[in-house]
Nanobody, 128 residues
Framework: QVQLVESGGGLVKAGDSLRLSCAASGGTFSVYVMGWFRQAPGKAREFVARVSWSGGTTYYADSVKGRFALSRDNAKNTVYLQMNSLRTEETDVYYC?????????????????????WGQGTQVTVSS
């Protein structure tokens, strides 16, 4: 059973940076395409970023492009989301997700349903 555990959330001020981590266990993490989503109370889950199994290809939502960076360390079974210049409206629960289809398309794929595994989420609060 694949488990994904997010960490690194917290309370920061607008303009600050934060790095989220997602540690995987119980599966072959190194062959998974990984993604991050976020969700505010009462709102739909929103795509943030996606990375290929090798880390060589990434895809970002327009709202975070240039400010967020998604990377992975397959030796550590961990994917990272570096978030810079955070905005108050980015106060959300952030979720990582795993797509076990190794050669799945990365760019242009923002749908939730293509992911099979989900973490429990980590809260990010950005104050003004």
């Amino acid at each position: 059973q694949v488990q994904l555990v997010e960490s690194g959330g917290g309370l920061v001020k607008a303009g600050d940076s934060l790095r989220l981590s997602c540690a995987a266990s119980g599966g072959t993490f190194s062959v998974y395409v990984m993604g991050w989503f976020r969700q505010a109370p009462g709102k739909a889950r929103e795509f943030v970023a996606r990375v290929s199994w090798s880390g060589g290809t990434t895809y970002y939502a327009d709202s975070v492009k240039g400010r967020f960076a998604l990377s992975r360390d397959n030796a550590k079974n961990t994917v990272y989301l570096q978030m810079n210049s955070l905005r108050t409206e980015e106060t959300d629960v952030y979720y990582c997700a795993g797509d076990p289809r190794t050669y799945a398309t990365v760019v242009g794929r923002s749908m939730e349903y293509i992911y099979e595994y989900w973490g429990q989420g980590t809260q990010v609060t950005v104050s003004s």
